[in-house]
């Protein structure tokens, strides 16, 4: 077991960067436009600023492994922590390409981590979310089911999130200033 100090970033931290990133992008984006420059230029910035900010803003996490009470991930921006003995949410989240994640939140961060977990973190988390139930989280059905725990009583199928809110009004930024650029360069 790795005993180093866990790195946990903040979500406002992670939004905030996002949020600079896809205003630079929107910026870069109206700019190449507006110059001319509409091809390919333009849509590999777009393309990979999307990119960066989806990674920024989902914290995906590869690599579990516990340390003490935290669940340390390998992200984009590093190695991530989420205290599993403070958790404070769960959401069950599927993508496109059919993997299943769950997000876990505590106070300060959330780490997404891929289904199934490798079999020396899922006790752990198996655990966390007993606990986390026993202090009265509504840990939503599937993930109750995904870790064999009894389900919890008016607990959610999936579990609430302001991801897509967030990304949403990102992607909207972006989109904006490709518009303008394209106004602009009229």
Known sequence: MDERRPRRISRMVRYGTATGL???VAVTVAFLVSVGTRST???IVTTIGLLAISLLIGNLGWRPRTNGPYLDVAT???RQSVDVARLTATRWERSRGGAIWIRLHDDITDV?????VPHQVRPAI????????TRGVQVPQRITNLFNLPPVPGAP???GSNLAVLAGVLVGVLV???????IASS
């Open 22 to 24: 896809t205003l630079v």
């Open 41 to 43: 230029i333009a849509l």
């Open 76 to 78: 984009v921006i590093g």
């Open 112 to 116: 997404s981590i891929q289904i199934p």
């Open 126 to 133: 198996t655990q966390a979310l007993s606990d986390a139930i």
């Open 157 to 159: 199928r999936n579990g």
């Open 176 to 182: 904006f200033g490709v518009v303008f650029g394209l």
